[in-house]
C-alpha cells in the first residue's frame, strides 16, 4: 500500500512539472511575439491610416463641393424645361437623342467616323429578305437603315453584311404605324433631316437615294414619295409616276373626288406605303398618329395639316420611282374569325380604322372651332 501511494504522489508532482513547464514555455514565446507584434501593428495601422486620410481628404474635398455648389446654386425650377425636367440646370438636358451605335469602350467623342443624315426604317418579314436586301443597297452610308421585325426573326438577317450596322426592333404581329408611334418620337429621330417609313414589299430598281434626297431639296418638299410605275399597285392618280418630269405636286382624278385642286387626292397628298417625312414634318405628323389606329388608313388624306401650304410642300418624286409589288404579307399575320380568311380580317380593320380616324379628326376640328368660339 506504501509503494501504491508513492507512486500516486510521484505521478502528481509529474504532471505539475508539466504545466509549470508549458506555462513557462507559454510565457516565453508569448514575449517574443509580443516584441514582434508592435512593429507589425504599426505597418499595419500606418496603411491604414494613409487610406483612412485620402478617403477623408475625398469626402472633405466632397463636402465642400457639395456646401459650395449648395451655396451658389439656388432651387432650380425652370418652367420652359421639358415636361418633368423642370429641377435641372438647362445646360445639362439632353432631350433629343438618335439611333447611332456607339462603343463600350474609348472616348465618347471618338465614337463615330461618321454620322448619317438621314432614317431608312422598312417593317418587315423574313421572307421578303431579298426584296429588302435590294432596297437597303439603294441607300448609302448617309442613311442609317432600322428594321421593324413583326415575325420575330431577327438574328437570320446576320446574313447580310449591312445587318451588323442596322438598328432591329422585334414586336410580333406589329404594324409599321405601331412601331412608328412607340419608336419614332419626334425627339428620338430628331438627329435625321429625313425619314423614310417604308413598306417591305417596293421594287426600287430604279430608285437611288442619294439622287431622291437632292432633288427634294431642290423641290423643297417637306413629305413626298417615289412616283409608282402606273401598272403596279395604282390606287390613285396623284402618285402615279410620270416620265416627262422630275416632280409633281397636283393632278387630275375622277370627276367628283377633288372638292378643291389644291386638296387631297388631287393636291397635297401621297400614299402611306413609301413616305418621306423632313424632320420638321414628322414632327407634326407623329402625334396625329392615334395608338389604336395601327394601319393609318386615312391618314395620307390628312398630311397636309402638318405643312404650309401643302400643295407646294407635297409632292411626288417622279424621276425616283419604285414599283409597288402588293405582297399580301402582312395579312398573314392575321387570325381566322368567323370563316374568313385571316387577311379579310385584316383588311376588314383596315378600312374601319379609315372611318375612325376621319370620325376622330371631324369632332377635334369641331371641338377646336367651339372653344375659338366661346373664348
Given amino acids: 500500500m506504501a509503494i501504491m501511494h508513492r507512486s500516486g504522489v510521484l ?6 512539472a508539466r504545466i509549470i513547464i508549458a506555462t513557462v514555455v507559454g510565457v516565453v514565446f508569448g514575449f517574443f511575439i509580443g516584441i514582434s507584434f508592435p512593429s507589425v501593428s504599426l505597418t499595419r495601422i500606418n496603411f491604414r491610416s494613409s487610406i ?5 481628404l475625398i469626402s472633405d474635398e466632397s463636402r465642400s463641393i457639395s456646401k459650395s455648389s449648395d451655396n451658389l446654386v439656388p432651387k432650380i425650377y425652370v418652367p420652359t424645361n421639358p415636361r418633368g425636367a423642370e429641377s435641372l440646370p438647362p445646360n445639362i438636358i439632353v432631350s433629343e437623342t438618335d439611333f447611332y451605335l456607339r462603343r463600350l469602350w474609348g472616348e465618347p467623342s471618338e465614337d463615330l467616323k461618321k454620322k448619317p443624315k438621314y432614317l431608312v426604317i422598312f417593317t418587315v418579314g423574313f421572307d421578303q429578305k431579298h426584296n429588302i436586301d435590294a432596297s ?4 448609302s452610308e448617309d442613311f442609317q437603315i432600322l428594321l421593324f421585325h413583326y415575325d420575330g426573326r431577327v438574328s437570320e438577317w446576320n446574313q447580310f453584311e449591312w445587318s451588323k450596322d442596322a438598328i432591329h426592333i422585334s414586336v410580333r404581329r406589329q404594324t409599321k404605324w405601331w412601331y412608328a408611334k412607340r419608336f419614332l418620337h419626334p425627339d428620338v429621330v430628331a438627329a435625321y433631316e429625313y425619314i423614310f417609313i417604308w413598306d417591305e414589299d ?3 430598281e430604279h430608285f437611288n437615294g ?3 434626297i437632292q432633288l427634294v431639296k431642290k423641290h423643297g418638299l417637306e413629305i413626298s414619295q417615289p412616283g409608282l410605275e402606273p401598272n403596279n399597285g395604282l390606287t390613285w392618280q396623284m402618285t402615279k409616276r410620270r416620265g416627262d418630269r422630275e416632280v409633281h405636286k397636283d393632278t387630275e382624278e375622277k370627276p367628283g373626288w377633288c372638292s378643291d385642286p389644291h386638296l387631297p387626292p388631287c393636291a397635297a397628298f401621297v400614299e402611306i406605303m413609301a413616305p418621306v417625312f423632313s424632320r420638321e414634318a414628322w414632327r407634326c405628323v407623329w402625334h396625329m398618329i392615334q395608338n389604336d389606329l395601327v394601319h393609318g388608313w386615312g391618314l395620307d388624306f390628312a398630311l397636309r395639316r402638318c405643312v404650309e401650304p401643302a400643295h407646294e410642300k407635297i409632292g411626288v418624286v417622279d424621276s425616283q420611282w419604285i414599283v409597288h409589288q402588293v405582297i399580301p404579307s402582312l395579312g398573314s399575320q392575321g387570325q381566322t374569325e368567323k370563316g ?4 379579310e380580317g385584316v383588311r376588314a380593320r383596315c378600312r374601319n380604322e379609315w372611318a375612325l380616324f376621319q370620325n376622330r379628326l371631324a369632332d377635334a376640328d369641331k371641338a377646336y372651332l367651339a372653344q375659338i368660339e366661346k373664348n
Fill in 11 to 16: 505521478k502528481k508532482s509529474n504532471d505539475r
Fill in 52 to 56: 483612412i486620410s485620402s478617403l477623408d
Fill in 136 to 139: 437597303i443597297r439603294k441607300f
Fill in 202 to 204: 417596293l421594287g426600287v
Fill in 210 to 212: 442619294d439622287k431622291y
Fill in 340 to 343: 374568313k380568311a385571316p387577311w
